[in-house]
């Protein structure tokens, strides 16, 4: 395994004695850092060390010490030890030889391992509404949620995003069964479309950008035949989605997976074929084959826990899993993949084309023409089916080909649909859709564009309370085509947009203001498409809208955790502001309520608290001073249990 600069990481140091004995007075344990070499450059804390201190030790197997946290040494690597592309470790019991031994030679063992560079990622979440039911990015659900996340995935820093204003209305049969075994019915195909639609929508995204969906565990979502539905990615996009329970971390792992192409573990999946290249020689059943740890909530997972690509639990990652998500997010320079100012300024007009292949029958959503960067999607495609833009005369303009059955079947998630964004030319007069030399479906553009025109608000308007307010447009096509609005937030002038409403059919829209980014500069723009002509309208000036602070989470320890007293500890968490984004460094704070402040940013690491009960804050403040908080309880040491004396009288 490779380990993540940047992310919490520990160095478990297995200490056994022969013959066995209870315990062990005085005893030390070191672990030395360098780089370049064994004995090279010291790296800056070098050597860590536990005691003198009296511990438990065993003679049992390594393999059976690794499946207990507190039969290990378990030291908290220094960040600055992971920025040098190889660690060279070194780990030496009772350094001082002050407890007496028959053989000193076997008390020390070096190693190394490599370090790599992984780029941040970046999740947008959007809270969906079925049938009256919402979720709350508030609950201790997202909580445990991003921390699992956080914690299984290869990546340096997690960056929460809320690319949507508000909850998304979206009332589907999430109940229904698929058609096929492994992939989404046809609602959460819909609802993963509908999240590469925000995707899309989202101007000023990062690079390794995903949008997930959640919805609410009481919103029906188990087959009446059994078998319950509780996630989908698109296959074809950055889109996603799932049910926001308690596992809800293992499905958002398992989906965004998807959309960084791995497919399915062999575990679970019925008649759903697995990944093809999963080592069933080494990882039979789709098992982690080692021992994994999940630091911020102190769980071992077994060598026979299965990989969380898998349909079984409750699931840990493999080594197969982890090089292949390496691979995406930390085997690319994601600076590389960040758009230069030039790159914005030179804008073409693309054309987005998404829909569902049956068979050879097509369900196509709208079409929009939208600007991206020139030649950001300028390339050929490969497989059986093509889009086709023509002009009047037939003749080719742009050929895009493409294969959604090799989406679907290859990931098992998404019954054949298609997500592509084509180069769109000003002379296009009709979208052609083949299958071969088959042509499956032909989309004629309208003679004219759609008119759009915003009502309200158009500026001046002052939305400074978190209550509802319309949102409203006239709009019209002289070729009856129907209709459907895109409605876009700015909280910067224009220079980048958010979702608020996708697919609306109507000229009005309710959006409540407590979702949005706090500005004096805030315009509205809604953009209407005929299926695939776009036009747009701008509010004519800025309105305002009130500010807002920032959301905080601790991710680790659990409430209530039970920690260690004269050990290091640490602590990790996420913060995002609506107007700022997400929140690192000195704008992250914890402190404790009897040791004061411990330090700032994501992750902190601390010598040690003071025994007894600690409520640990993490104050998060943005840059207009607003402030969130998000709190837990720990006890450090031992709990004491005290019983009442009782005089019975006689």
């Known amino acids: 395994m490779a380990l993540v600069s940047g992310k919490l990481t520990r160095a478990r140091v297995y200490v056994g004695v022969s013959p066995p004995v209870t315990s062990l007075s005085d005893l030390v344990v070191r672990l030395y850092g360098w780089y370049g070499t064994y004995n090279g450059t010291s790296l800056p804390g070098s050597p860590l060390t536990f005691g003198p201190a009296t511990y438990a030790v065993t003679s049992t197997s390594v393999a059976n010490m690794r499946l207990v946290l507190g039969s290990t040494f378990n030291f908290l690597i220094p960040s600055t030890w992971l920025t040098h592309g190889k660690l060279y470790l070194r780990a030496e019991v009772n350094p001082g030889q002050v407890v007496p031994e028959t053989n000193y030679s076997n008390n020390y063992l070096m190693d190394s391992v490599k370090c790599g560079s992984c780029s941040a990622v970046n999740l947008g979440l959007v809270a969906v509404t079925s049938g009256g039911i919402t979720v709350s990015l508030n609950s201790t659900l997202v909580t445990n949620m991003l921390s699992y996340f956080k914690d299984v995935y290869p990546m340096s820093t997690l960056n929460v995003w809320t690319p949507a204003s508000g909850a998304f209305e979206a009332t589907r049969n999430y109940a229904a069964a698929s058609s096929k075994p492994g992939v989404c019915s046809s609602a959460w195909g819909d609802l993963a479309s509908d999240m590469n639609d925000f995707y899309d929508n989202w101007s000023n995204r990062p690079a390794h950008a995903f949008v997930y969906g959640l919805l609410n565990q009481s919103v029906p979502h188990c087959a009446p035949t059994g078998g319950c539905n509780l996630g989908c990615s698109s296959g074809s996009g950055n889109g996603s989605c799932g049910i926001l329970a308690s596992d809800a971390g293992e499905t958002l792992a398992h989906e965004v997976g998807h959309t960084l192409g791995r497919a399915h573990a062999p575990c679970g999946l019925g ?101 991206y960067p020139a030649g950001e999607y300028n390339y050929p495609g490969e497989g059986p089916y093509s889009i086709e833009l023509q002009n009047s005369g037939g003749s080719l303009l742009v050929v895009r080909r493409f294969d959604p059955v090799a989406s679907g079947e290859a990931l098992r998630h998404t019954d054949d649909r298609f997500h592509e964004i084509v180069p769109f030319h000003p002379s296009t007069a009709r979208i052609v859709i083949r299958h071969g030399d088959l042509i499956l479906t032909t989309v004629t553009v309208s003679a004219h564009k759609p008119s759009v025109t915003l009502l309200s608000p158009n500026g001046g308007e002052s939305w400074d309370d978190a209550g509802a307010h319309t949102v409203s447009w006239t709009s019209f096509d002289l070729d009856g085509d129907p209709l459907v609005a895109n409605v876009l937030y700015s909280a910067d002038g224009g220079e980048s947009w958010l979702p608020v409403a996708l697919g609306v059919k109507g000229g009005t829209c309710v959006v409540q203001a407590g979702d949005l980014p706090g500005s004096t500069n805030a315009l509205i723009q809604v953009r209407v498409s005929d299926g695939v002509n776009t036009t747009s309208d701008t509010s004519d000036k800025p309105f305002r809208v009130g500010f807002k602070p920032p959301r905080a989470w601790v991710l680790g320890p659990g409430n209530g955790a039970t920690l260690p007293a004269g050990a290091p500890l640490s602590f990790s968490g996420l913060a995002t502001d609506p107007e700022d984004g997400p929140l690192h460094g000195e704008a992250l704070t914890w402190a404790s309520d009897r040791d004061g402040v411990l330090g700032q940013g994501d992750d902190i690491a601390v010598p040690a608290l003071s025994p007894g009960p600690h409520h640990i804050t993490l104050s998060a403040v943005d840059a207009s001073d607003q402030v969130g908080t998000a709190s837990i309880d720990v006890w450090v040491g031992q709990r004491h249990l005290y019983l009442p004396v009782l005089a019975r009288r006689r």
């Open 271 to 371: 008649k759903a074929p697995p990944d093809s290249g999963w080592p069933n020689s080494t990882n039979p059943g789709a098992i982690i084959g080692q021992v994994g740890v999940r630091w911020s909530s102190s769980t071992v997972f077994g060598p026979n826990t299965p990989d969380f690509m898998s349909y079984c639990s409750p699931p840990w990652i493999s080594p197969y899993t982890y090089w292949g998500l390496w691979g995406g997010l930390c085997g690319m320079n994601s600076a590389a993949l960040q758009e230069t100012a030039a790159d914005a300024a030179a804008s073409a007009p693309y054309l987005i084309a998404s829909g569902q292949i049956t068979g050879d029958a097509v369900a196509l959503r709208p079409f929009w023409q939208q600007d």
